[in-house]
């Protein structure tokens, strides 16, 4: 599946919150960009091996702009500097996208769960219950109320938002919203891995849905050796145990897609046309899972002797 990749300016660069920066970026021609849906993520290419992904937090329905905010991460990878420090309003960034591993389907009731910067994502899905009728209610926590982005934004839902800033309520009161959730009800969550685990352990299978920025486990490239037929390609590889997909066929000269190699961006997603996935990503439901149509293949292997994918 081929994406929109651009040079877009940055048009708008303010603060959000404590360390969170929100960037407007616009097309420099003034050309329409492709239209998203919540959930969505764009990646920002800042240099040679400085790739990262930030969640679409705008509005769907302004095609001219999209804004992404960005945490500074003083223990980061120095994608998060790179935006704070060095991406100045009129700089031109490589944006690629956008893609949506995290949808919000249609559902009679919502209840939204976000810890800190994993806002940005349910923020537009909020417009998006309400403009459908929807009832829904969101749990916002953050370290402090100064730290928590787009507060102003959510005012105007009133008190369907519940603002928790952990030094003045302690921790979020997850059984006050997620026990006894009537039939339909779906919930969203983007945060922090414990609060995302926590979520997780109260919510009744098939009600959860969520995005993490860190994979739920470490993933190592361990297991049994196995081929991988290119179909595109017309070229059978070998896999070796402690070795990805992903390295083995960019050790072969394939051109792929990839950024974060840990399984959570959905970047390097791949078609598989035959075999059976062994799925050790942090990015697919457990439909899509079973489904086994796509695979990422910087952490997913095998679980048979071959796999036919569509490169």
Request: overall charge negative; aromatic content about 4%; proline content about 7%.
């Amino acid at each position: 599946m081929s994406l929109y990749e651009a040079e877009l300016v940055v048009a708008g660069r303010e603060p959000a919150a404590d360390g969170v920066l929100a960037l407007s970026l616009c097309h420099p021609l003034g050309e329409e960009l492709p239209a998203w849906e919540p959930g969505a993520h764009v990646d920002l290419v800042l240099g040679p091996g400085l790739e990262r992904q930030y969640s679409l937090c705008g509005d769907p329905g302004d095609r001219a702009r999209w804004r992404v905010a960005v945490l500074r991460e003083p223990d980061g990878r120095g994608g998060s500097a790179h935006v704070h420090e060095e991406l100045r309003q009129g700089d031109k960034v490589r944006v690629r996208g956008p893609r949506n591993h995290f949808p919000l389907r249609p559902a009679p009731a919502y209840r939204f769960v976000a810890g800190g910067i994993g806002i940005t994502p349910i923020l537009p899905m909020l417009a998006a219950a309400e403009a459908a009728g929807a009832e829904w209610t969101l749990l916002y926590g953050g370290r402090t109320r100064g730290s928590m982005a787009f507060t102003e934004e959510l005012a105007r839902y009133g008190d369907r938002v519940t603002l928790a800033p952990q030094d003045e309520t302690g921790l979020l009161d997850l059984a006050a919203v997620l026990d006894g959730l009537p039939d339909g009800t779906l919930v969203y969550c983007c945060g922090p891995g414990p609060l995302l685990d926590a979520v997780e352990e109260r919510c009744p299978a098939g009600a959860l849905r969520l995005e993490r920025f860190q994979p739920k486990t470490r993933q190592d490239a361990g297991g049994t050796e196995f081929e991988v037929e290119l179909a595109r390609s017309g070229r059978t590889l070998t896999v070796a145990p402690g070795v990805s997909v992903l390295d083995t066929v960019r050790a072969a000269g394939v051109e792929v897609l990839y950024s974060c190699t840990e399984g959570t961006c959905g970047t390097c997603e791949t078609d598989v046309l035959e075999g059976a996935p062994d799925h050790r990503d942090s990015v697919l439901t457990e439909e899509e899972r079973a489904a086994g149509d796509t695979m990422m293949i910087c952490v997913s292997r095998c679980r048979g002797a071959r796999l036919v994918l569509d490169l």
